[in-house]
């Protein structure tokens, strides 16, 4: 079984900065996406950003210039730092990892940015 732990949300002030961190476990393909994923209360699951094993990323709008994801395959661990924060990004953050036809899901992060 592959699992996801996330780490580092919390509550922060508007134009603050967080990061978060998501470790994966289990049996992993070297060749493989993980991404970072956030839904609002009453709102659709959205992609945030995404990063493939080659270091090849993705990133919404309404993040870019202000989030940057990364990972450090040899732990399967993937990062995200956030700066800029404002109030709209707060949202349950989850982890994901394509690997093998199959997705994967962390239990997520609280995100709260507020004054």
């Known amino acids: 079984q592959v699992q996801l732990v996330e780490s580092g949300g919390g509550l922060v002030q508007p134009g603050g900065s967080l990061r978060l961190s998501c470790a994966a476990s289990?049996?992993?393909?070297?060749?493989?996406?993980m991404a970072w994923y956030r839904q609002a209360p009453g709102e659709q699951r959205e992609l945030v950003a995404r990063?493939?094993?080659?270091?090849?990323?993705i990133y919404a709008d309404d993040v870019k210039g202000r989030f940057t994801i990364s990972r450090v395959n040899t732990k399967n661990t993937v990062y995200l730092q956030m700066n800029s924060l404002q109030p709209e990004d707060t949202a349950v953050y989850s982890c994901?990892?394509?690997?093998?036809?199959?997705?994967?899901w962390g239990q997520g992060t609280q995100v709260t940015v507020s004054s």
């Open positions: 994901n990892l394509q690997t093998g036809a199959r997705n994967y």
């Open positions: 289990g049996i992993i393909f070297s060749i493989n996406t």
């Open positions: 990063i493939t094993s080659g270091g090849y990323t």
